[in-house]
Nanobody
């Protein structure tokens, strides 16, 4: 089992940047694939980015491609989401997620592909 704690959210102007961090407990961090999701008020939770074990693969939602970058540091048991060129529509609560196995064909981009979730961190982008 793994516990996840997000940090780094805040208020930023459009065009600005933020870096979210997700610290994972436990000594088996490298065996988990990690993801970021977000949920805006009144909307469903949506996929943002995922990174496989040992950074062997990444995937992004079309809406954030070229602006967001997911990475992981196994020495620190931490996954990051670097967010650049932020837009007001990026405003949401951002959640970190983790799991060890999934059955979806392709990369794990659905909430159901993850069993472990953090508490979320608010990102607000002003226009």
């Amino acid at each position: 089992q793994v516990q996840l704690v997000e940090s780094g959210g805040g208020l930023v102007q459009a065009g600005g940047s933020l870096r979210l961090s997700c610290a994972a407990s436990g000594r088996t961090f490298s065996s988990y694939y990690m993801g970021w999701f977000r949920q805006a008020p009144g909307k469903e939770r949506e996929f943002v980015a995922t990174i496989l074990r040992n950074s062997l693969g990444t995937a992004y939602a079309e809406s954030v491609k070229g602006r967001f970058t997911i990475s992981r540091d196994s020495a620190k048991n931490t996954v990051y989401l670097q967010m650049n060129s932020l837009k007001p529509e990026d405003t949401a609560v951002y959640y970190c997620a983790a799991d060890q196995t999934y059955s979806t064909v392709g990369l794990p981009m659905k909430p159901g592909d993850y069993d472990y979730w953090g508490q979320g961190t608010q990102v607000t982008v002003s226009s």
